[in-house]
């Protein structure tokens, strides 16, 4: 093999081996470090977290639930962003999955709007059809970290 095309491969570059069984642990770690470095980025020190059912729906069974999230999230968000230290808020944050998750998104996502704008915009999800409104909020849940963060600095 010539010299110039004997190049040292480096392993994290390495898409085939990074896509591997092997690196496993790697793209697992990345999923922690990343959202810390965010974190870090955004000077954000204190986080309130959202888990639950990603199953449970508004107007399922226990949708009250799903309300309440969603209300509880907002309320938080409104509340820390009136703090005066920049450095002193709490976000918001979730596994970003649906259900109790997708609702304190959307919780702390719409703070900056009137709740009958949210409800309008749950109204509106609801009359497409599911593949429309599944690619709708993926897009949604998908943007609001990134808009979120944006409204706090």
């Given at each position: 093999m010539p010299a110039q095309e004997h190049k040292l491969r480096v392993a994290y570059l390495d898409e085939m081996f990074i896509g591997s069984d092997a690196a496993r642990p790697l793209r697992i770690l990345a999923e922690y470090l990343e959202p810390l470095d965010a974190f870090r980025r955004e000077q954000i020190k204190d986080t309130i977290v959202f888990f639950g059912s990603a199953r449970l729906r508004e107007n399922g069974p226990l949708g009250r639930y799903y309300q309440e999230a969603r209300s509880l999230a907002r309320l938080i968000t409104e509340w820390s962003m009136?703090?005066?230290?920049?450095?002193?808020?709490?976000?918001v944050c979730s596994g970003g999955g649906g259900g109790i998750m997708e609702a304190a998104n959307?919780?702390?996502?719409?703070?900056?709007?009137?709740?009958?704008?949210?409800?309008?915009?749950?109204?509106?999800?609801?009359?497409?059809?599911?593949?429309?409104?599944?690619?709708?909020?993926?897009?949604?849940?998908?943007?609001?970290?990134s808009c979120y963060l944006q409204t706090q600095s």
């Open positions: 009136s703090l005066s230290s920049a450095t002193g808020r709490f976000v959307l919780g702390a996502y719409f703070s900056n709007y009137l709740t009958s704008d949210l409800d309008a915009a749950l109204a509106l999800l609801a009359k497409m059809p599911k593949t429309e409104a599944v690619a709708a909020v993926m897009m949604c849940l998908l943007t609001m970290p």
